[in-house]
């Protein structure tokens, strides 16, 4: 994904919407908070995205976009295999957990998304389920029901995380 649809600076606006999110989570992105890191006043961030909903939705297409590419790098490292594309995944959603939530706790905003990015973010995936449309509809539930547990907490301490991903992959595709 080429940021030519986006002026140089909400190009900026979006870069540093990125770093207050990975910093301080969702709650603390607001345009207000966004306006001061960039040392301007609110209203003039309405020049560039018409509300904070247009910066989350620029915030989503790049964790698309680095998915993505993340998937596409493991897929080229090993073809064919559906537990390093899967590692990728949680990997890439392991390392940027406030961006991963922000994009996949809501209603995807399809419309407002670059043409394609979705299915570009999915096809690594779908090409180590095969082609199987359903398979990697569940190996994605899969992945991101352990992914967002794991970035909640919501494990013991003790539990062996890399064990319940080689049993839930293989438990998917044998």
């Known amino acids: 994904m080429t940021d030519d649809r986006l002026t140089p600076r909400a190009r900026e606006i979006a870069a540093v919407a990125r770093e207050l999110l990975e910093e301080s989570g969702p709650a603390a992105l607001t345009m ?3 306006a001061d ?3 301007i006043k609110a209203p003039s961030l309405y020049k560039h995205f018409p509300d904070k909903q247009a910066v989350e939705v ?3 297409a790049r ?3 680095e998915s993505a590419e993340a998937l596409e790098a493991a897929e ?3 073809p064919g295999s559906l537990e390093a594309v899967a590692g990728a995944y949680r990997a890439y959603a392991l390392a940027h957990p406030h961006l991963y939530c922000l994009a996949t706790e809501r209603p995807l905003p ?5 043409a394609g990015l979705e299915d570009r973010a999915a096809l690594p995936l779908l090409r180590a389920c095969a082609g199987d449309l359903d398979l990697a509809r569940a190996v994605w539930a899969f992945a991101h029901g352990m992914v967002i547990l794991e970035i909640h907490g919501r494990f013991p301490g003790d539990a062996d995380l890399g064990a319940a991903w080689k049993r839930g ?3 998917l595709h044998p």
């Not at 399809?110 to 670059?114: D, N, S, T």
Request: no cysteine; glycine share 4%.
């Open 58 to 60: 620029e915030l989503t």
């Open 32 to 34: 207000r908070t966004l």
């Open 169 to 171: 992959l293989k438990a």
């Open 63 to 65: 964790m698309l976009a």
């Open 110 to 114: 399809r419309a407002q998304l670059p």
């Open 37 to 39: 890191r960039l040392g």
């Open 76 to 78: 080229a490292r090993a």
